[in-house]
């Protein structure tokens, strides 16, 4: 089942569309970040080697895990994204770890950070300080596990919705992944513009090449600085994608 929880697949949208409907209230015995962190060990897998940055450990899903055979209904919390690791975020977290200078020193966000990992690339390479954004309190839990896997200290993790707020003082946002809906597409783009021209902030997107993501106005508004060839394995987890690419959002264009 793994090889077709993508964006793109019908059977993770199913997939998805059940954690939605049997969502149940959250159990009083996993509100604790111990029990959180419990939960997550107990049903991840400590996984890295066939992505593009095998450097980089996470706690992820595998088909070794119990939640990816369990009846939809058992799952506690809101839907697993931070569970997966996105081509967009890898081809992200991999420009980042071949060109440390991009966030060395700065001060850097990571938008919509799921399982946390180019908010670790950032932090392998240097950066100053470094906040991991997720609406979902679970993906802070899961960036602050895969942060200690990897040796390093916590990235900050803020849970609010970020965008759409007053552009904070980033000199860098990373976004993986995140132009999978037309409307938060335009969102973004109308929050990002807000953030370069206010802050001067950089901006870096990797995306495989989603629909949503081509299709929308702000495509013509960014530069490709690279594309990565994805690993067989990681064609076959996301419905035959076979490459994914990093861009920097210039709005003067």
Not at 22 to 32: D, F, H, I, N, Q
Not at 42 to 66: A, H, M
Not at 110 to 132: F, N, P, R, T
């Amino acid at each position: 089942m793994l090889g077709l929880l993508t964006p793109q697949s019908r059977c993770f949208k199913l997939f998805i569309k059940a954690f939605r409907q049997t969502r149940r209230a959250r159990c009083s015995s996993l509100s604790s970040q111990l029990n959180i962190r419990r939960f997550i060990v107990e049903n991840t897998e400590v996984v890295g080697e066939q992505s593009l940055t095998p450097e980089i450990k996470l706690r992820l899903f595998t088909p070794n895990c119990r939640f990816w055979r369990e009846r939809p209904e058992l799952w506690p919390f809101d839907d697993p994204y931070w569970a997966i690791y996105w081509p967009g975020g890898q081809a992200l977290s991999r420009y980042l770890l071949d060109n440390p200078a991009v966030c060395r020193g700065k001060t850097v966000l990571d938008l919509g950070s799921g399982c946390g990992a180019s908010a670790i690339a950032a932090k392998l390479c240097g950066a100053a300080h470094v906040v991991a954004n997720d609406i979902d309190t679970v993906a802070a839990v899961a960036t602050h596990m895969n942060c200690e896997l990897n040796g390093l200290e916590p990235a900050v993790c803020l849970s609010n919705n970020m965008i759409g707020s007053q552009p904070e003082g980033f000199d860098l946002i990373l976004l993986g992944d995140m132009f999978y809906e037309e409307a938060l597409a335009t969102s973004l783009h109308s929050w990002l513009d807000r953030c370069i021209r206010t802050r001067g902030t950089e901006v870096l997107i990797g995306d495989p090449g989603r629909a949503q993501f081509e299709e929308h106005g702000i495509r013509r508004l960014l530069r490709q600085l690279a594309q990565f060839e994805l690993p067989e394995c990681v064609r076959e987890e996301n419905y035959g994608l076979t490459c994914s690419r990093v861009w920097c959002y210039r709005p003067e264009l």
